[in-house]
T-cell receptor, first 110, second 113 residues
Framework: QKEVEQNSGPLSVPEGAIASLNCTYS??????FFWYRQYSGKSPELIMS????GDKEDGRFTAQLNKASQYVSLLIRDSQPSDSATYLC??????????FGAGTTVTVRA | NAGVTQTPKFQVLKTGQSMTLQCAQD?????MYWYRQDPGMGLRLIYY???????DKGEVPNGYNVSRLNKREFSLRLESAAPSQTSVYFC????????????FGPGTRLTVT
């Protein structure tokens, strides 16, 4: 079983809609969870971090964490063409190391 | 601040050649990491350095060596390149021990023929 699993997509949403990305993880001891955005040919960029159960909002992004279900999600509201990218879920597997999912590619169509 | 910088941006090697990828950060971070990214496989950790003077193996260390030259610099060496090492290599850093928010450099695209 992979440590972090994401739907590979691609996920296509119309402009202005909500994009919903899901991620599950295997290590019950994980405490830190991150979402990175990666544009084609570029490096990953940290966009959200979440450490406790519930929702965390930052602008049009909302991260949701449910440790009991070992599930973390990212919602992108009012999706824009500039949101078209691959989104990587990352989970800490010890104090220093992150395990990354393979990523979900999002395409926002105008 | 430049953040995390990497050199070179692109490199083509022949099988058996060696090279060193350079990484430097100006954020005064303690921990540094080397990853490789291959299509469909996400980011995989090669080596990491939790603090200056320490290095540890990650998920895919075979064929690589690292040096934490000082707090700012962390290099990755391929002693005898193989086609399986064709990949995009990213260096990353994080602020302190127990901080897992990592910040990435622009990457090195390596092709081994």
């Amino acid at each position: 079983q992979k440590e972090v699993e994401q739907n590979s997509g691609p996920l296509s949403v119309p402009e202005g809609a909500i994009a919903s990305l899901n991620c599950t993880y295997s290590d019950r001891g994980s405490q830190s969870f991150f979402w990175y955005r990666q544009y084609s040919g570029k490096s990953p960029e940290l966009i959200m971090s979440i450490y406790s159960n519930g929702d965390k909002e930052d602008g049009r992004f909302t991260a949701q964490l449910n440790k009991a279900s070992q599930y973390v999600s990212l919602l992108i509201r009012d999706s824009q063409p500039s949101d078209s990218a691959t989104y990587l879920c990352a989970v800490n597997i010890n104090d220093y190391k992150l395990s990354f999912g393979a990523g979900t590619t999002v395409t926002v169509r105008a | 601040n430049a953040g995390v910088t990497q050199t070179p941006k692109f490199q083509v090697l022949k099988t058996g050649q060696s090279m060193t990828l350079q990484c430097a950060q100006d954020m005064n971070h303690n921990s540094m990491y080397w990853y490789r990214q291959d299509p469909g496989m996400g980011l995989r950790l090669i080596y990491y350095s939790a603090s200056e003077g320490t290095t540890d193996k990650g998920e895919v260390p075979n064929g690589y060596n690292v040096s934490r030259l000082n707090k700012r610099e962390f290099s990755l060496r391929l002693e005898s390149a193989a086609p399986s090492q064709t990949s995009v290599y990213f260096c990353a850093s994080s602020e302190a021990a127990y901080s897992a928010e990592q910040y990435f450099g622009p990457g090195t695209r390596l092709t081994v023929t």
